[in-house]
């Protein structure tokens, strides 16, 4: 993308940046599959992940913003497609402006739009949820797990459920006052 903006600033001509098209349409083609089946993955995963932190029944659901069903050889020809109508605009500004840095995860709360609809709590549990699934990713690494000072902002119920999430790792947690930590766990605590 950089040296096919570079050539755009340069006022290359169709001919000149249809290689460079080619390789990006190739590139954001190969990203795109790879987000929309991670969001697959996660979408499996997130709700129940919400559900053990929350302690609710809400759901939560990821949306990647430019295409749901993706078939890489017809995606590979649309971004193309779209390369070659946008050439007179992205001449002009000197850019790309379509492709996989333009696009972005969207997040559902109970089939609404989170933002506007997820209270501040709502939405850090969400992300902790997140967390969540990005450890069973990697658990066979043995991540080490930080929790800096994200309890104050969750309540007694809510940080047991977050701690017990992560029950099977080692924790750091970091704060003004001590977590309720459940007695099954082993502490060392450094005051």
């Known amino acids: 993308m950089r040296q096919r903006n570079n050539l755009l600033k340069d006022s290359a001509t169709k001919d000149e940046l249809f290689i460079w098209d080619i390789q990006f349409a190739d590139l954001a083609a190969e990203i795109i599959i790879t987000r929309v089946d991670m969001i697959n993955k996660i979408n499996k995963l997130i709700t129940s992940e919400y ?11 990821l949306k990647y913003s430019h295409c749901n069903l993706v078939e890489k050889n017809k995606l590979r020809q649309d971004i193309l497609a779209e390369l070659h109508n946008n050439y007179e605009k992205e001449l002009i500004i000197g850019y790309t402006t379509l492709g996989p840095h333009q696009h972005d995860v969207l997040f559902e709360f109970n089939n609404k739009p989170a933002t506007g609809n997820a209270s501040r709590g709502e939405n850090r549990t969400i992300i902790w949820a997140l967390k969540s699934i990005e450890y069973q990713f990697n658990k066979n690494n043995y991540p080490l797990i930080l ?3 994200i309890l104050s902002e969750f309540d007694e119920n809510h940080q047991t459920n977050l701690i017990n999430n992560f029950s099977d790792q080692q924790i750091i947690i970091t704060g003004v006052k001590p977590p309720k930590i459940p007695k099954t766990l082993a502490i060392f605590e450094v005051v």
């Not at 559900?51 to 659901?61: E, L, Q, V, W, Y």
């Open 51 to 61: 559900r053990k932190i929350a302690g609710k029944k809400d759901k939560i659901t």
């Open 147 to 149: 929790l800096d000072d």
